[in-house]
């Protein structure tokens, strides 16, 4: 069966630190992988999306960046982070459907 | 640009109570609709809607789809604490892989 991991569960960092977190998806092929990210009492906002290694749709032009290095690993990147980029960013995958299958989340706070 | 409406936006009712939440949608070229629930962590998959009038069940919980009216209904019935929750529902954009979220439905079981 397919399982879904993202780390770290929980970071703070300061205002102006470099951000990485990772998503690995196992017991699947050529998933399609998704980055949201969901602010306190908002509803889930849709990063990046990407359909195979190396290709990255961008949907909100922000200081975040995404990469695709390996087939089931998907990586959310930040040079500096802002204020405004505390939230929780949930992974998601999905293979021949539109159901989207998510991992277990980061909360980010930026302090 | 596609739209996922979702209502009321909080609901507090006793346990025991049945509940509906509501759901309704401008997506272009609409293919199906997407029900999850969300606790304190990811989103879980409920149900994929993509036949008008057909109910699908899961326990307590069903959902059915009106296509003409683009309108799709959860409903919860003998409610327990445990359905406490944000109800999110989300329709595919076509001819990508991309989900649009409502807001959610924060729904409250009170014992």
């Known amino acids: 069966s397919q399982t879904i991991h993202q780390w770290p569960a929980t970071l703070v960092q300061p205002v102006g630190s470099p951000l990485s977190l990772e998503c690995t998806v196992e017991g699947t092929s050529n998933p399609n992988l998704y980055w949201y990210r ?3 009492g908002r509803g889930l906002q849709l990063l990046f999306y990407s359909v195979g290694i190396g290709q990255i749709s961008s949907e ?3 200081n975040l960046s995404a990469s695709r290095p ?42 | 640009e ?8 909080s609901l507090v009712v006793h346990e025991g109570d049945t509940v509906t939440l509501n759901c309704s949608y401008e997506v272009t070229n609409f293919r199906s609709l ?9 989103p879980t998959f409920l149900f994929m809607l993509t036949s008008s009038g057909i109910e699908k069940k899961s326990g307590r919980l069903s ?14 019935t003998a409610t327990q604490t445990g359905d406490s929750a944000i109800y999110l529902c989300a329709g595919p954009n076509f001819g990508n892989e991309k989900l649009t979220f409502g807001t959610g439905t924060r729904l409250t079981i009170i014992p």
């Not at chain 1, 089931?72 to 405004?84: A, D, V, Y």
């Open chain 2, 63 to 76: 959902s059915i789809l009106d296509k003409k009216e683009l309108f799709s209904i959860l409903n919860i």
């Open chain 2, 34 to 42: 997407l029900w999850y629930k969300q606790e304190k962590k990811a």
């Open chain 1, 38 to 40: 969901q602010a306190a």
């Open chain 1, 60 to 62: 909100v032009p922000q």
């Open chain 2, 2 to 9: 596609d739209k996922v409406v979702q209502s009321p936006l």
């Open chain 1, 70 to 111: 390996q087939d089931r690993q998907f990586i959310l990147s930040s040079k500096k982070l802002l204020l405004s980029d505390s939230g929780f960013y949930l992974c998601a995958w999905s293979v021949q459907t539109y159901t989207q299958y998510f991992g277990p989340g980061t909360r980010l706070t930026v302090l």
